[in-house]
Every structure is written in C-alpha cells, then in structure tokens.
C-alpha cells in the first residue's frame, strides 16, 4: 500500500501505553503547554535544578546511557537543537542530528512527515521535532510510539522554550505570583510568546502588558483565552508605556519568515529597541529577557546591565531540557 493512503492514525493504545508512568510524564508527548499544570512545572524545576547541580558538580552522568535521540528539524534552530544535544550528551545519550538542514535527509526526496518520523523511531527513544507547520508536531505524535517533543511548529508553539522562560523567572525574581510581565515584538507570529502567555495565565495575580505594532497583535484567540481567566491584560505600540512598572521585559524578534508580504515586514521590523537610555526607566529589580536570535530589538549595550538575563535563560534551557528528556524516558 502506498504510504500517503494510509489514514491519518490517532493510536489510542500507543497513545495510553506512551501516558502511562509514575511521575506522570514517562513516554510523554511534548506538544504545547497546555499539558502542564502547576505540579508538573514545579516537578519539572526541582529536576532542572537537580541538573544543574550536576553539570556544576560533574559536568556529566550515566543516566541516559544508551538512549538515542533524534533531532529532527525543518527550520533553523541553534540554542533549541545545541542545547537538546548537549542535554542528551552530558547525560549520557547519544543523539541522530539531522539539524544541519532536512535538504541533507530524504525530505528533499519528497518523503512525508509521517514517514520520517516512523523511520526515526526505528532507531531512537525519543524524537525533538521542529517544523515550519503549526500542528506537525501532533501529526508526528500520532505516528510515532516513542515521545515526540515539539520545539517549534510554525507561529504554534514551543512549549519546551516556556518552561525554560518560566524556570528562568522563577530563578531570576524568585516567584511568578504577581509579576507584571511585558511580551514586545512580534506576538502575532512569535510562538514562545503564545506558549509562555498560555504558562502565565497559570499563576495568580499575573499582570500581562502585550507591545507591539498593530499589524503583530497576539492572536484573538489567545487574547480571548486570557480574558477569560480573568488576567490583567493591557496593549499598548510603545514600550515606554510598560518600561517602568514592568517585572519582565520579554523581547521578541520580528518574525520575517512568517510575513507574505515583504512590504509588511519592512514596515515593522525595526520598531523597537531596548537601549541603555530606556533600561535607566526600569525598576532595579527586574530582568530583560529574549528566546534569541535577536536582530537589533536589544542594544548590546544592554547586555552588561545585570537586568540582562537572555544568556543565562540560554543556559537554564539546558537544564530544563535534561529535565525533560529524563522524565519522558522514565529517569527522572
Ligand atoms: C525562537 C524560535 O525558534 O521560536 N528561538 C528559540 O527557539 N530560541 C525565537 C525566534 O526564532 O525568534
């Protein structure tokens, strides 16, 4: 039969034979936040500062000696596939990386998603994924019997760049009640803003300031969502109106792969920057954050003010992405 005829699987029982565990995450698929109540987050950062410790301490172990993973990625990546890696690596994984460009694998044959994957889990315990659709990474999901771990499906989401965000939070200020945190960029297009807006919407008390250019609002239906949870939300065009309250500054990246029209993207995409000049604005204890690449939305004057937290929340991804790996392969 050929392949493309095959249905569409949904496999309840490899579906209950991947759920089933004690911690609760054991065979896990890592699709989008929504996933993750308040115990599983706390469960996942008491592990990322256990892996901490150890690369502190040791730099590496035995824990997943023998587990394969494979890096599966459609678009370019370098902290979210390096830190997958040297999270498999410094626990004693090895790793299939086809990140240096799917135009080196048989998907510029024309092999389908699908069909990858189902070939990648021949060989590998669980599979990081990224991909320019929103949805792909459930599609691989449904085919795959080992976990898959979306890290980045289009404009959708990239639910293990949340949780790295949010333990950066919590290690930055201490606590993620009551913050008032300000997204600026690209909301309409920037998935780690839409899966980090879909983890605050968790905590109490959370205040939301959403900047950015009209054109690049966060979805409706987001916005609907945290609405209806009743969170504090406010929009504004210009940073200076959150620079003085705000407890997180989260920056984004204009999103130009995703724009149709080139036009559009030139009109916005040098419409912020965050500078030494409006840092002096900012509380003393706050902290500037960004998932990087950044294209000029941070001054790299910026970058030695002790607010500047974006390659440390580089660092802690690796840490949270040990967590992860341990967990959904049962050795956390
Ligand atoms: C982000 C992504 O790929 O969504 N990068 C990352 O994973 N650290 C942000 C971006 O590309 O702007």
Do not use: W
């Amino acid at each position: 039969m050929n392949a493309q005829s095959l249905p569409k699987l949904f496999d309840f029982e490899k579906m209950v034979q991947k759920n089933v565990n004690g911690n609760g995450m054991t065979g896990m698929d890592i699709l989008s936040v929504d996933q993750f109540d308040r115990e599983h987050l706390a469960y996942i950062f008491s592990r990322a500062h256990e892996m901490r410790e150890l690369v502190e301490r040791v730099g590496a172990c035995d824990l997943l000696k023998g587990y394969i993973l494979a890096c599966l990625f459609y678009e370019p990546s370098t902290r979210t596939s390096a830190s997958f890696i040297a999270a498999m690596e410094r626990l004693g994984g090895s790793v299939i990386p086809i990140t240096q460009g799917v135009q080196f694998s048989s998907v510029s044959k024309g092999e389908s998603l699908p069909d990858t994957i189902r070939t990648l889990e021949q060989y590998s315990d669980v599979i990081v994924l990224r991909h320019p659709e929103i949805g792909s990474a459930k599609l691989a999901a449904d085919y795959a019997a080992v976990p898959v771990i979306n890290a980045g499906d289009g404009a959708g989401e990239h639910p293990t760049q949340a949780l790295l965000d949010l333990f950066t939070i919590q290690e930055e200020l201490g606590h993620l009640e009551g913050l008032k945190i300000a997204m600026v960029g690209d909301l309409r297009y920037g998935r780690t803003v839409h899966s980090l807006t879909r983890l605050l919407m968790q905590y109490e008390d959370v205040s939301l300031r959403f900047v950015s250019p009209d054109t690049l609002r966060l979805p409706m239906t987001l916005m609907n969502e945290v609405i209806d949870r009743g969170v504090k939300v406010r929009e504004t065009p210009d940073v200076a109106d959150v620079i003085e309250n705000a407890d997180v500054l989260y920056v984004t990246r204009i999103q130009k792969e995703r724009f149709t029209d080139p036009k559009q993207y030139e009109e916005v995409k040098d419409c912020f920057e965050i500078t030494p000049e409006l840092m002096a604005r900012a509380k003393e204890k706050m902290v500037v954050m960004h998932p990087l690449p950044r294209v000029g939305e941070i001054h790299y004057r910026v970058d030695d003010d002790p607010r500047a937290a974006y390659f440390r929340q580089v660092k802690n991804g690796m840490y949270v992405r040990m967590a992860l790996l341990a967990a959904v392969l049962g050795k956390a």
